[in-house]
């Protein structure tokens, strides 16, 4: 094949364009970023995590319910749940033998009242608006039936509109809860991450600045205040201060920058040995400079990681704490409060302790996720 050369033009160039990388340099900043971006469980960590804070701040607004808002007639009612059709009207047999009303879309309209009891026939008999109905409870489960004792058997399948993940034991609307729980969790964790950075930041790196007798004495404070289970350890303050919210940010802000403070502590002592910080001595910079200019910045890498790993311990150690019954007080929402009620109809009602365990689950590998991805794009040694 024939090419003819009058369509071709050499390229004029210098010597010193041929040496020139053409691709722009990246910053450091967008050099993290361009490895964070491509870890997928860290992208998804990242949306998780966003989506978790535009629930728990937006979310309340956008829902009829308040967290402490009861409706003993809508009690333990499922997210899903089957109902018998009777007379062109629905109607829901509920765990703890109630007759609801239900419309054709799946929205709750009333809580029929029971008219009679029958202890021996184990039935329970209800006029719903001129129609006879009664729940048969010697059948397992129990049975819808007719005035004449006949077993309706016309299921048909809803969504709860009324309440999207169902209500409680004492009829709060689970979604709304769970709301408000995610703002107590990632506020507690929040707050509480942002005070141990801070206090393990300042602790760890006057330790390994300075070193000699105060390096010592700091760090057997620290092996002291570690040979006692932190769990314990928050159990103890909390209880001495009362439960409460506050309580539960004072106790975990006091104990968990012990880890800060030794990876703070590690990386200065590697690092105050390097030239830079020897050059910085020799022309008299002050040692107050050198901590906060030279030797913090360059451990930057290892405290954000240890400080997004902070964020999901801290969620479920406030979890735990409320689920014991030292946490936020009722009726204020908490993921560990829903699951302290849960248990009391964990049997038939699992759902209710089911929904805030994922929460607190997806919570933990979001921000874990996240923490793994900052630890590989900080990474320098590590290859693309």
């Known amino acids: 094949m024939d090419i003819d050369r009058d369509l071709w033009e050499r390229p004029e160039h210098t010597h010193r364009d041929m040496e020139t990388l053409y691709k722009p340099a990246r910053t450091f900043v967008q050099d993290v970023w361009f490895r964070f971006w491509r870890r997928p469980t860290a992208i998804l960590g990242l949306i ?116 999207l993940l169902g209500t409680d034991n004492l009829g709060r609307d689970l979604l709304t809860r769970l709301m408000y729980g995610a703002r107590i969790s990632l506020v507690v964790a929040f707050i509480a991450a942002f005070v141990n950075l801070v206090i393990g930041i300042l602790f760890g790196g006057i330790s390994g600045l300075f070193g000699g007798y105060l390096d010592l004495v700091m760090m057997r404070i620290v092996d002291i205040i570690s ?109 560990g409060t829903m699951c302290n009620d849960a248990i009391e109809t964990f049997r038939i009602s699992a759902y209710q302790l089911f929904i805030p365990s994922v929460a607190i689950c997806i919570a933990m590998f979001a921000f874990n996720f996240v923490g793994d991805g900052l630890r590989d794009a900080l990474d320098l040694k590590k290859g693309l």
């Open 48 to 163: 998780l995590i966003i989506l978790l804070m535009v629930f728990a701040v937006a979310g309340p607004f956008f829902t009829s319910h308040r967290y402490s808002d009861q409706d003993l007639a809508f009690v333990n009612i499922p997210p899903y749940f089957t109902a018998q059709e009777y007379g062109g009207r629905y109607f829901y047999v509920s765990q703890n033998l109630k007759l609801i009303e239900v419309n054709g879309e799946g929205k709750l309209i009333a809580n029929i009242k029971s008219q009679k009891d029958d202890g021996q026939k184990k039935l329970i008999g209800f006029d719903a608006g001129g129609i006879s109905l009664g729940i048969d409870y010697a059948q397992r489960p129990p049975a819808l039936v007719d005035g004449q004792g006949v077993v309706v058997s016309r299921p048909h399948f809803f969504w709860n509109k009324t309440y």
């Open 227 to 335: 040979t006692i289970p932190l769990t314990l350890y928050v159990i103890l303050i909390m209880v001495f201060l009362n439960s409460g919210f506050l309580s539960i940010i004072i106790a975990l802000s006091s104990v968990y920058w012990v880890n800060m403070a030794r990876i703070v502590r590690g990386q200065i002592l590697a690092l105050k040995e390097q030239e830079f910080i020897l050059a910085a001595r020799t022309i008299g910079t002050s040692l107050g400079d050198i901590l906060t200019r030279h030797l913090i910045p360059n451990a930057i890498g290892p405290i954000i990681v240890t400080a997004t790993m902070l964020i999901p311990t801290a969620i479920f150690v406030e979890a735990f704490m409320s689920f014991i019954g030292l946490g936020v007080s009722a009726p204020m929402a908490s993921w």
